[in-house]
């Protein structure tokens, strides 16, 4: 029997900074979930986070790779970071290898609890790297914006990487982001605030 009922293919998870978070597939808080506090929340968060890290170690298992695993809830989401020697097979060329696990990840997360996770998966360290450089990236757009004043267009990135640009863009004055187009094709434009 097919369980049918998994997010959309073309719903990206990893939100944008002008997504809401019923767009994102997230619940919203009912009254429920605000009269327990944070801790029934973190706990939630934490538990997806165990289900994601238990279903990666199948896999390291599977596959014989050697990693530590460490489960836990940061900026308000599930993340799971492997760590370890000969990983890089299981980022793969400019992560799709590690966007792939990712999602395979979430599906987990949600054949057991019936809910979308926000789950972030990284695996030696290369989030944390590329969130590093996509900040270099950002800062010289909006330096050649500032410079000549026009709109300066990005390489096409996954939804993760063009938030981290985002979030850069956003916090400097006298300059915005937005994205165009279609995956895998979705780029973003930095250009002068209105």
Same mark, same amino acid.
């Given at each position: 029997?097919?369980?049918?009922?998994?997010?959309?293919?073309?719903?990206?998870?990893?939100?944008?900074?002008?997504?809401?978070?019923?767009?994102?597939?997230?619940?919203?808080?009912?009254?429920?979930?605000?009269?327990?506090?944070?801790?029934?929340?973190?706990?939630?968060?934490?538990?997806?986070?165990?289900?994601?890290?238990?279903?990666?170690?199948?896999?390291?298992?599977?596959?014989?790779?050697?990693?530590?695993?460490?489960?836990?809830?940061?900026?308000?989401?599930?993340?799971?970071?492997?760590?370890?020697?000969?990983l890089?097979?299981?980022? &793969?060329?400019?992560?799709a290898?590690?966007?792939a /696990?990712?999602?395979? +990840? @979430?599906? #987990? $997360?949600f054949r057991?609890?019936g809910?979308?996770s926000?789950?972030?998966?990284?695996?030696? &360290?290369?989030r944390?790297?590329?969130?590093?450089? /996509?900040?270099?990236? +950002? @800062?010289? #757009? $909006?330096?050649?914006?500032?410079?000549?004043?026009?709109?300066?267009?990005?390489?096409p990135?996954?939804?993760?990487?063009?938030?981290?640009?985002?979030?850069?863009?956003? +916090?400097?004055?006298? $300059?915005e982001?937005?994205s165009?187009?279609?995956?895998?094709?979705?780029?973003?434009?930095?250009?002068?605030?209105d």
């Amino acid at each position: 029997m097919t369980d049918t009922s998994i997010p959309r293919a073309d719903q990206s998870l990893d939100d944008e900074p002008a997504a809401t978070a019923a767009a994102d597939g997230e619940p919203e808080e009912t009254e429920a979930e605000s009269t327990t506090g944070k801790a029934a929340g973190e706990s939630d968060l934490f538990r997806q986070s165990e289900i994601a890290a238990d279903y990666v170690e199948g896999l390291l298992d599977i596959l014989d790779y050697d990693g530590d695993i460490e489960e836990l809830v940061s900026a308000g989401r599930p993340v799971v970071e492997v760590v370890g020697g000969r990983l890089q097979n299981l980022v &793969g060329q400019r992560g799709a290898t590690l966007e792939a /696990l990712q999602e395979l +990840a @979430r599906l #987990a $997360v949600f054949r057991q609890t019936g809910s979308p996770s926000r789950l972030l998966l990284d695996i030696g &360290g290369y989030r944390a790297n590329r969130r590093k450089e /996509l900040g270099a990236v +950002a @800062r010289n #757009a $909006v330096e050649k914006v500032k410079e000549h004043g026009e709109p300066v267009r990005l390489e096409p990135m996954s939804a993760f990487e063009r938030k981290c640009v985002h979030d850069v863009v956003n +916090a400097i004055d006298g $300059v915005e982001s937005e994205s165009e187009g279609v995956e895998p094709s979705r780029r973003i434009i930095v250009r002068p605030a209105d």
